[in-house]
């Protein structure tokens, strides 16, 4: 299993290697449409960076809380989540 796996990532290796030395240049015209799909790569590579960011910011500041004891809900007033049910007959003969 191991030769099999060192075979195939020598042939990838290879391949790519090949690709990467003997590719052909081209030159050709660029469509003005092209950097409008440009920017738009662009800002989902930004976009998605900065939310991988918050993502990774969030959980170390709560692994940093939860080592150093600090409850960021201290302050915070919770609400109860109680559901009440009236039903018509019994509201009708409270407001009676």
């Known amino acids: 299993m191991k030769r099999l796996f060192g075979v195939l990532g020598v ?3 290879t391949f790519l290697s090949a690709m ?3 590719g052909i240049n081209g030159s050709a015209y660029i469509d ?3 950097m409008t799909y ?3 790569a662009i800002a989902g590579i ?3 960076a900065g ?3 918050g993502i990774y910011f969030h959980r170390a500041k709560k692994k940093l809380n939860e080592k150093l004891n600090i409850d ?3 302050n915070k007033e919770v609400e109860s989540d109680e559901i009440i049910f009236i039903k018509k ?3 009708q003969e409270e407001q009676e």
């Open 46 to 48: 930004v976009i998605a």
């Open 20 to 22: 990467l030395l003997f």
């Open 51 to 53: 939310v991988a960011i």
């Open 89 to 91: 007959d019994e509201e």
């Open 11 to 13: 042939t990838i290796w």
């Open 72 to 74: 960021e809900n201290r």
């Open 38 to 40: 440009l920017i738009q």
């Open 32 to 34: 003005p449409s092209v």
